[in-house]
């Protein structure tokens, strides 16, 4: 059974950046396709950004695009968000996901089999 567990969530000013980590354990990291999702109070969990197994592939929702990065080592079993100019409306509990299953649209959290807790992010304006 894979593990998936977030770091890095904090409180950050406007404008300012934070770096999330995402560890897995338990099963063969270059296995699965990974993914970020977010979710703000009273809002639905919403995609972020989507990696492929090898990395070599990536999306991004458009609020985010151009501001955040996502990427994976495969040796080190990690899964990172680089999130810069961080605005108030990025606030949200962020999460990664992983999922087995070729599928066409990655954007839907239902194509993901795997959850992390979730890490909080909060941006102040």
């Known amino acids: 059974q894979v593990q998936l567990v977030e770091s890095g969530g904090g409180l950050v000013q406007a404008g300012g950046s934070l770096r999330l980590s995402c560890a897995v354990s338990g099963s063969t990291f270059s296995r699965y396709a990974m993914g970020w999702f977010r979710q703000a109070p009273g809002k639905e969990r919403e995609f972020v950004a989507a990696i492929s197994w090898s990395g070599g592939s990536t999306l991004y929702a458009d609020a985010v695009k151009g501001r955040f990065t996502i990427s994976r080592d495969n040796a080190k079993n990690t899964l990172a968000l680089q999130m810069n100019s961080l605005k108030p409306e990025d606030t949200a509990v962020y999460y990664c996901?992983?999922?087995?299953?070729?599928?066409?649209?990655?954007?839907?959290?239902?194509?993901?089999?795997?959850w992390g807790q979730g890490t909080q992010v909060t941006v102040s304006s």
């Open positions: 996901a992983a999922r087995t299953r070729t599928i066409v649209d990655v954007t839907p959290a239902r194509g993901y089999d795997y």
